[in-house]
């Protein structure tokens, strides 16, 4: 059984609550989302989506996607589909990094190993434990009486921990934490992201003003060097997420003790392949894990949650519901949410029943 057809489709998919803004004056309007459809000799069809978030968030770019995946597939017609491993070694062959192109390809292959098989994501890389997973909600950067207002409105919905987004003004997100903490349940988890945009001056300083707040950091500086500089000052969990784009930087985490948990993305590191690797290495030391994606709809959030899943329950932070974020559907997909956690009922591959009308005409097709 060899991959036979590798189509592209493109989806729009524009924010329901609006402009998505992070700090430096970045934001994005919606997910210009790329989803990838493998077609075997068999006629069993795998699907894989990958979604930047605008072109400003990881080195990716939608158009970049599209260009890498286009030159790539022509090349994977006729090799056997289960191979996974040895099709990702084919791709880093082929083509010299762009890992978030390969994401929707893997992703696919996953999807399409699980339909034929008859087994769930979950079941395929290590086996579920429990069927559902906590969910965070990110609450983007405004004045810190809207973020208050927002997070009261997203506890209203059901969620359970908040990620508030700093890394601007150090003395506004000062005020941006105290807000949001005031607003929400005293059981409420907050994660504060500066989404790798403070210096380590900032960073020391919003450490010192928060200290009685009970919240864990994630990303505050860029480069791996500032957030090992800051790490003595942190006197509370620290979460790499930006950071983490290979096993190699988890490697050098963790002989650094430098991280108490991880944000693996997908689309990141190259798909679910290399996203399993990281996790599990991860899991050896005991690191709290997310895994989620840059972005996407059910196609994507079926991929990120069936490996969570299969995460051991102890260790997991949470993840996100990126499909209820955006206006459009790509798949018919049974997902629940109550009490802060997401369920999707096991199904073989991802899980999802993709749906092709909603994809428009295919942008590209080999085989
Ligand atoms: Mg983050």
């Keep these: 059984m060899s991959i036979a057809r590798i189509t592209l489709f493109r989806q729009w998919q524009p924010f329901r609550d609006g402009t998505y803004r992070c700090s430096g004056g970045r934001s994005a309007e919606g997910f210009d989302s790329t989803i990838v459809e493998v ?3 068999d006629g069993t069809a795998g699907y894989g989506e990958m979604a930047p978030l605008g072109s400003f968030y990881d080195p990716a770019f939608a158009e970049g996607a599209r260009g890498a995946m286009r030159e790539l597939a022509p090349r994977l017609i006729g090799q056997p589909a289960g191979g996974i491993d040895a099709l990702n070694r084919r791709m880093d062959l082929l083509l010299k990094g762009h890992p978030y192109a390969k994401s929707a390809i893997d992703m696919a292959l996953w999807d399409l190993a699980g339909r034929r098989s008859g087994l769930s994501l979950a079941t395929m890389t ?9 969910l965070y909600r990110s609450i983007a950067q405004e004045a810190p009486a809207a973020m208050a207002a927002r997070a009261q409105k997203y506890i209203a919905e059901g969620y359970r921990r908040l990620q508030v987004k700093v890394g601007l003004d150090v003395r506004e997100d000062i005020e941006r934490l105290e807000a949001v903490r005031a607003a929400v349940p005293s059981d409420t988890v907050l994660f504060c992201d500066a989404n790798a945009s403070w210096g380590t001056a900032e960073t020391r300083q919003f450490l010192s003003a928060t200290r009685s707040i009970d919240y864990v950091l994630e990303q505050p500086c860029a480069t791996y060097e500032e957030n090992l500089a800051i790490r003595s000052a942190c006197d509370r969990p620290l979460v790499l997420d930006e950071t983490i ?3 190699n930087t988890l490697l050098r985490a963790l ?8 944000t693996i993305k997908l689309a990141r590191v190259g798909g679910l392949t290399m996203t399993r690797l990281i996790r599990d290495i991860a899991a050896a030391r005991n690191l709290k ?4 994606d840059t972005g996407g709809a059910q196609i994507d959030t079926a991929a990120y949650f069936g490996l969570m899943l299969s995460t ?3 260790l997991r932070q949470h993840t996100v519901d990126f499909h209820n974020w955006v206006t459009v559907a790509n798949a018919r997909a049974a997902f629940t949410i109550a009490n802060g956690k997401m369920c999707l009922p096991t199904a073989p591959g991802l899980g999802v029943e993709v749906d092709r ?3 428009g005409e295919p942008m590209f097709s080999a085989g």
Aim: net charge negative; glycine share 12%; charged share 20%.
């Design 289 to 292: 894990i997310t895994i989620e």
């Design 357 to 359: 009308m909603a994809l």
């Design 255 to 262: 002989a650094d003790s430098l991280a108490d948990g991880v």
């Design 126 to 134: 290590g086996g579920a434990e429990g069927d559902s997973v906590p």
């Design 245 to 247: 784009d290979s096993v």
């Design 39 to 41: 077609i075997a000799t």
């Design 312 to 314: 051991p329950q102890e």
